[in-house]
């Protein structure tokens, strides 16, 4: 981490490379328009005195003659100063600059043409120094230079500005990831957008880690509750497994030891029928290949009668009511672990008494004549948590759950079914 750059040193990178190439780009460009303006200004001069030669020597007799104000004209390369050295490959009517050997500084533009002088072609040497012009030149220099130190000003203004910006646009983001490391690892909560300009993307971030902490809130939740459900659910057919491997020692009779070990094979089964409808609450599911099937009286008594043990001492009555034939799209265990716990609850809330179940097309409901929701009843470990799993499992197959007083005593557990409908599968957020 120490190694990476923070938005603030980037910024000032990447500025100072677009700010040194604007610098550099406006220098070369003022320089060569100088330069540009230079030639161009000599080269017409020349051309000029081009003219102007033509007809001075025309019809004289003179090697050089001077055009005011600042050319001088020369007839054959004998007439030349001593001191001006012609350059190879000297092309016609082309403006070429000579330079002073010790300074570099321009010295003259001179140019080579054909003039007709007393009837006869001759090369003619036009030589131009503008000492004004130089001067001039010089002037113009500085006045861009000047320009130019504004427009350095300026960008080390934008600089500081940018820089101003940035700092704004990051700082929410170092907020937020201080916030983040200050954080609990189990704190799921949702996080506030951090103090500061809010921009787009800031605003989709939050929104997106939010998003992920309700997923994995979600995800522990699902876990927390397959756990809860589990160690209630599989309570029963674990103490029928312990009383049935107890008893194996206590007898080598093979009728004895073929009822016990049927007993463990009912209790593993009815484990794996659990584990399984649990483990359907707590994922989601793909459910709209479920088969439409029928629930018939002799499922209900047999989900009634996987119970019994709990009322053996009980005077309580159990009856199954199945007013027609009732069609669902839930499989059998789901079913048998739905039924099962409104039937638990009934028989721990009914010392004595009937236990009614009536089936019809559009609803289920468990009857009892015991205590009643305003009760509590004593002595039972884990008593709501199967209304608990009653409610989830309809919530995911999406019936609805209704618990109401009687008039008579007890109350009645309503499941309204919807058999028309698929199943959202979705899974159950506790």
Not at 139 to 154: C, D, E, G, N, V
Not at 164 to 171: A, C, K, V
Not at 186 to 209: A, N, R
Request: hydrophobic share 40%; aromatic share 8%.
């Amino acid at each position: 981490m120490s190694k990476v750059k923070s938005a603030k040193q980037i910024t000032f990178t990447y500025f100072a490379i677009v700010a040194f190439a604007i610098i550099a780009t406006h220098f070369s460009l003022m320089e060569s328009t100088l330069e540009d303006l230079e030639y161009l200004n000599a080269q017409n001069r020349l051309n000029y005195s081009k003219e102007v030669a033509q007809e001075l020597l025309s019809d004289s007799h003179n090697t050089s003659v001077a055009i005011p104000p600042f050319s001088f004209a020369y007839v054959g390369k004998e007439a030349l100063p001593a001191n001006i050295t012609i350059p190879d490959n000297f092309q016609f009517n082309t403006a070429v600059e000579l330079k002073q050997e010790e300074t570099q500084d321009t010295e003259y533009f001179i140019m080579k043409s054909q003039l007709i002088i007393r009837d006869q072609v001759q090369t003619v040497y036009i030589l131009y120094f503008d000492e004004i012009y130089e001067f001039s030149e010089e002037q113009i220099f500085w006045s861009q230079a000047k320009q130019l130190i504004i427009s350095i000003t300026l960008l080390l203004v934008s600089f500081a500005v940018v820089l101003r910006i940035s700092q704004r646009l990051t700082s929410p983001l170092s907020t937020l990831a201080e916030e983040l490391e200050a954080r609990s690892p189990h704190d799921l909560t949702p996080i506030p957008v951090p103090k500061g300009v809010e921009t787009k993307e800031l605003l989709q971030l939050v929104h997106s880690f939010n998003q992920y902490q309700a997923r994995l809130h979600t995800s522990v939740e699902r876990e927390r509750s397959f756990n809860r459900y589990a160690s209630h659910e599989l309570r029963t057919p674990l103490m029928v497994i312990k009383g049935a491997v107890s008893l194996l020692g206590q007898s080598n009779e093979p009728v004895f030891i073929e009822k016990q070990r049927q007993r463990l094979l009912s209790a593993s089964n009815e484990m794996n029928d659990f584990v399984t409808t649990l483990l359907s609450l707590t994922r989601d599911e793909d459910l709209s290949n479920l088969v439409l099937r029928s629930l018939d009286k002799e499922e209900v008594e047999n989900i009634l009668q996987s119970h019994s043990h709990l009322i053996n001492h009980k005077p309580i009555n159990c009856e199954v009511i199945l007013k027609e034939e009732t069609k669902i799209k839930v499989p059998e265990t789901t079913i048998k672990i739905l039924i099962g716990n409104l039937v638990k609850n009934a028989f721990a809330c009914t010392e004595e008494g009937t236990v009614t179940i009536t089936v019809s097309p559009y609803t289920i409901e468990v009857a009892d004549t015991g205590i009643g929701l305003d009760t509590k009843p004593r002595g039972i470990e884990g008593y709501g948590l199967g209304l608990v799993i009653a409610n989830d499992i309809c919530r995911k197959y999406g019936w609805q759950l209704d618990l109401v007083n009687n008039t008579t005593g007890g109350c009645t557990a309503t499941i309204t079914l919807q058999p028309n409908e698929t199943p959202n599968g979705q899974p159950i957020d506790s």
